[in-house]
């Protein structure tokens, strides 16, 4: 089970929202390559960025702070960023910049050719993020729900060529109340690709429930305000997972 710590980056500084509201930002650092060091020196074997006003402008807005985090921790561990990634050319800059993997989100729903294009461009660097709500899928920056299944859609894109997909309760983003434990496995059992779920990790017992669940092609989570409020060790809970998988 891999635990992913998530840097949001917003106007170059590291915060994390509740529910995806811009209004309702908390600061947890001004320096996000330091940021991105102390969760891989933690144990981090894979990083999550997101850049926030991107993900609201549709265009890459914070690549300072996304190119100062890769070349602090780029060539040690896998980093991952989704926000504002609309075109074939942004992918290409920032895969060429050293990220492994490029998530689509808003525009894989919006724009299902696109994806399908980055997918044939650039294999084994795509993954798709999925943000629903009572299992329909949101878009730009969760402020529209659409008619889409989760489900669904994330088998069309399976046959696109994903490599996997971030699946995000946002009824639960950023409010500590446990992960979507139910929804993320009947989402990968639904799927051969892997499902990394997101939203609402709070504890050491989410972390078991996750765990005894990977068999079923939950490959992952994110983990957000709670390794930033205190709320979970990160150190203690990979450590805990690695445990109770045997790795």
């Known amino acids: 089970m891999l635990l992913i710590p998530a840097i949001d980056l917003k106007d170059g500084h590291c915060v994390r929202l509740k529910q995806g509201d811009m209004n309702a930002s908390t600061t947890f650092g001004e320096d996000p390559a330091k940021m991105a060091r102390r969760w891989v020196d933690a144990g981090a074997r894979r990083l999550h960025l997101v850049d ?12 300072a702070a996304i190119k100062a985090i890769l070349a602090e921790v780029g060539e040690e561990i896998p980093v991952q960023l989704g926000g504002g ?3 074939l050319d942004t992918i290409e800059r920032y895969l060429d910049d050293g990220l492994s993997y490029i998530i689509i989100g808003t525009a894989a729903v919006k724009n299902p050719g696109f994806l399908r294009d980055a997918c044939s461009a650039f294999g084994g660097h795509i993954i798709v993020g999925l943000d629903a709500k009572d299992g329909k899928v949101a878009t730009d920056g969760w402020s529209k729900l659409t008619g889409h299944e989760v489900i669904d859609l994330a088998k069309k894109f399976e046959d696109y060529g994903v490599e996997g997909v971030i699946y995000t309760d946002i009824g639960r983003d950023g409010m500590l109340s446990g992960i979507n434990v139910d929804a993320t496995v009947k989402l990968a059992q639904a799927l051969t690709i892997p499902v990394i779920a997101s939203g609402g990790l709070s504890n050491l017992a989410d972390i078991d429930k996750l765990c005894a669940v990977e068999n079923e092609g ?9 390794i930033y409020s205190g709320d979970l060790d990160f150190e203690l809970a990979q450590r805990r997972a690695d445990e109770l998988n045997g790795a």
Do not use: Q, S, Y
């Open 52 to 63: 926030l006003n991107g993900a609201f402008a549709g265009k890459p807005v914070n690549e």
């Open 85 to 87: 990634i609309r075109d």
């Open 218 to 226: 939950v490959e992952g989570v994110i983990c957000g305000r709670a």
